[in-house]
């Protein structure tokens, strides 16, 4: 039997293994399930071969699937447009990106303005009554 593929799901309890693998003589694929130490790659490997549980090889590819495909870029004010470019901003002091539509922004901003407009107005009531 070949190792085609191997699956690890890593929590603080302990390590999931699910292997992929041919059968030399048939090419048949087929998938296992079964705990792992998390230490030994070869040897996880080897055990979940021979002691796993029997797993849906659709499954275990369509997992594989969802694991490696890129995160889908969006805008980070969860708009639905798509005619507009994203762009990155880095924020300096925490190193986060913020990816958004400069006309998402824009919005945002002028929200904030007008917020902080009523708030000086309030403020300055305050003050002169
Ligand atoms: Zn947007």
């Not at 079964?34 to 590819?61: R, V």
Request: hydrophobic fraction near 35%.
């Amino acid at each position: 039997m070949k190792v085609i593929e191997t699956l690890w799901f890593t929590n603080r309890d302990g390590c999931i293994g699910i292997v992929v693998v041919e059968e030399d003589v048939t090419g048949d694929r087929k998938a296992y399930i079964g705990p792992a130490s998390g230490h030994n790659e070869k040897a996880d490997t080897e055990q979940i071969m021979a002691w796993g549980n029997k797993f849906s090889l659709d499954t275990a590819l369509r997992l594989r699937h969802l694991l490696t495909e890129k995160k889908e870029k969006k805008c980070d004010f969860n708009c639905n447009k798509t005619d507009e470019p994203l762009i990155a901003f880095g924020n300096t002091d925490n190193g986060d990106t913020w990816l958004c539509h400069l006309s998402c922004l824009r919005e945002h901003l002028e929200m904030q303005e007008e917020l902080l407009e009523e708030e000086i107005k309030e403020f300055k009531q305050h003050v002169t009554t």
